[in-house]
């Protein structure tokens, strides 16, 4: 019953990203990015500080011995949502939601080689056929519209939202990456805590840039966008309470199904036969990769006992 229940927190907290990135598209690029990153985050500490409470003492929870850290994760993950929500004026949110599938992939190899961490021969095929998705989903956005300038090279919208939405990718998993160093020293709560901290402060600096006051159903868009992202952060840490990440792990791709019935009832779009081929291709290898390794996990448990 518990991993039966981590797992619906583990749906709902994949359907919450989900809606928080509508809402993003929904604004349609009308309000600028490090506004959006401002409100995204600032709203997001009420639900997250409401939540810290009722576990127990705030200040215990936000106790860090890891600052650095912190900050590496934070301009790390600033980027990753700075570069996804330009992605999101330019593609659509089936779109970006596949691509976003690149970061576990890139996540991978950079653990292997920051954190010196162990890749089996199962994980690397995964990576391999991953990335064999990926570049189906790209080919269907780079190929068209391009043209040479005299100021230099430039990209059609879709090509250019692609970009944007692998350099996500890009810095989501050097966040990943950081959050699994900083996992054996800090809490949960300290790592949320601080990360939305830090991005709200990034994204107030970006008022001297030029804001927009945002009008009627902008409101509403950039409030839900907190809202939705703050509940989808703490389903997250509620669901490994009851379930094995390894157990979760396969329904990140929820989002795409959620990322699809989104569009087509409320943004009027859906994705292209090979941004949904690609992103199947992704979520097998991502999922053969974890089946595999339980299997040679179970393997040394029976040896061991």
Not at 43 to 55: D, E, G, R, S, T
Not at 186 to 215: C, D, H, K, N, Q
Not at 218 to 239: N, S
């Amino acid at each position: 019953m518990n991993a039966k229940f981590g797992v619906l927190l583990k749906i709902m907290s994949a359907l919450c990203a989900t809606l928080m990135l509508a809402c993003v598209k929904g604004l349609q690029g009308s309000i600028p990015t490090g506004e959006v990153i401002f409100f995204r985050s600032f709203v997001a500490l009420f639900p997250l500080l409401i939540w810290l409470k009722m576990q127990g003492s705030v200040r215990q929870s936000i106790k860090t011995k890891n600052i650095p850290g912190h900050l590496v994760r934070g301009f790390s993950g600033t980027g990753g949502m700075y570069f996804n929500y330009l992605a999101l004026v330019y593609i659509s949110l089936a779109d970006a939601t596949a691509i976003s599938y690149a970061a576990p992939l890139f996540t991978l190899v950079m653990a292997a080689i920051l954190l010196k961490e162990r890749v089996r021969f199962s994980r690397w095929l995964g990576v391999g056929v991953g990335f064999s998705g990926i570049l189906l989903m790209l080919a269907a956005n780079l190929s068209a519209g391009s043209a040479f300038l005299s100021a230099g090279f430039m990209m059609n919208g879709a090509a250019l939202g692609t970009v944007f939405a692998l350099l996500a990718a890009m810095c989501s998993a050097t966040s990943n990456v950081q959050i699994r160093f900083l996992n054996g020293v800090e809490s949960p709560g300290a790592i949320v805590f601080y990360f939305s901290l830090m991005t709200t402060l990034i994204g107030l600096a970006t008022l001297a840039f030029g804001w927009r006051m945002p009008e009627g159903r902008q409101w509403f868009l950039l409030i839900g966008c907190g809202f939705f992202g703050g509940v989808a952060q703490i389903l997250v840490t509620l669901g490994l309470r009851y379930a094995d990440a390894s157990l979760l792990a396969p329904f990140d791709y929820t989002t795409l199904v959620w990322s699809m019935v989104i569009g087509y009832l409320f943004l009027d779009s859906l994705p292209g036969h090979s941004t949904v081929l690609g992103a199947v291709i992704v979520a097998l290898a991502g999922i053969f990769t974890l089946w595999c390794d339980q299997r040679q996990r179970k393997g040394r448990m029976m040896r061991s006992s």
